[in-house]
T-cell receptor, first 114, second 114 residues
Framework: GENVEQHPSTLSVQEGDSAVIKCTYS??????FPWYKQELGKGPQLIID?????GEKKDQRIAVTLNKTAKHFSLHITETQPEDSAVYFC?????????????FGKGTSLLVTP | NAGVTQTPKFQVLKTGQSMTLQCAQD?????MSWYRQDPGMGLRLIHY???????DQGEVPNGYNVSRSTTEDFPLRLLSAAPSQTSVYFC?????????????FGEGSWLTVV
């Protein structure tokens, strides 16, 4: 599938600080960009998504920005809390006429220390 | 709400053995899929289905079979397990094949092939 590059692979911040995770994608046809949070031993869970006709979206402490021209999008978490510690995945749709699929980044392990 | 249910949670197989990972969803979702998750590789799509009786290959289909006889169930079969299939497997579902529908993941099945 088309590549989705995600950086950094690990991120450690102090409680209350902000965290930023960045992704780039290669498929110019992608129009949907979700972010998933995966806690230890659990399946990924959608936390926010953005579509290509929107440049920014916020949901409380979480925001996502999209630059479709540059093919990159970012997740911003403000006022981080220990419960934000998890692995975060970005994704871009890689759909075809036959179905709906997501290409995932390799994940960012976020640690929020008290 | 059960959501997406996977069984078993953990399994150890010997090389050459066969087994089926079960997946069921109770949300009347049209679209179902299987991903595998390997360290440092993110999630990769194995097979997907856009409705009962319809299946298609994803990015890494070799060594796996699927079928979709009902809307609710989407089992993944390993015909002759290999150590390279040691991974965490996630079943996922979405209301339709339309891009932008939320994809819901199960809790995962940890498979070790020795």
């Amino acid at each position: 599938g088309e590549n989705v590059e995600q950086h950094p692979s690990t991120l450690s911040v102090q409680e209350g600080d902000s965290a930023v995770i960045k992704c780039t994608y290669s498929d110019s046809a992608s129009n949907y960009f979700p972010w998933y949070k995966q806690e230890l031993g659990k399946g990924p869970q959608l936390i926010i998504d953005i579509r290509s006709n929107v440049g920014e979206k916020k949901d409380q402490r979480i925001a996502v920005t999209l630059n479709k021209t540059a093919k990159h999008f970012s997740l911003h978490i403000t006022e981080t809390q220990p419960e934000d510690s998890a692995v975060y995945f970005c994704a871009a749709d890689a759909s075809s006429n036959s179905g709906y699929a997501l290409n995932f980044g390799k994940g960012t392990s976020l640690l929020v220390t008290p | 709400n059960a959501g997406v249910t996977q069984t078993p949670k953990f399994q150890v197989l010997k090389t050459g053995q066969s087994m089926t990972l079960q997946c069921a969803q109770d949300m009347n979702h049209e679209y179902m899929s299987w991903y595998r998750q390997d360290p440092g590789m993110g999630l990769r799509l194995i097979h997907y289905s856009v409705g009962a009786g319809i299946t298609d290959q994803g990015e890494v289909p070799n060594g796996y079979n699927v079928s979709r006889s009902t809307t609710e169930d989407f089992p993944l079969r390993l015909l002759s397990a290999a150590p390279s299939q040691t991974s965490v497997y996630f079943c996922a579902s979405s209301p339709t094949r339309r891009v932008g529908n939320t994809i819901y993941f199960g809790e995962g099945s940890w498979l070790t092939v020795v």
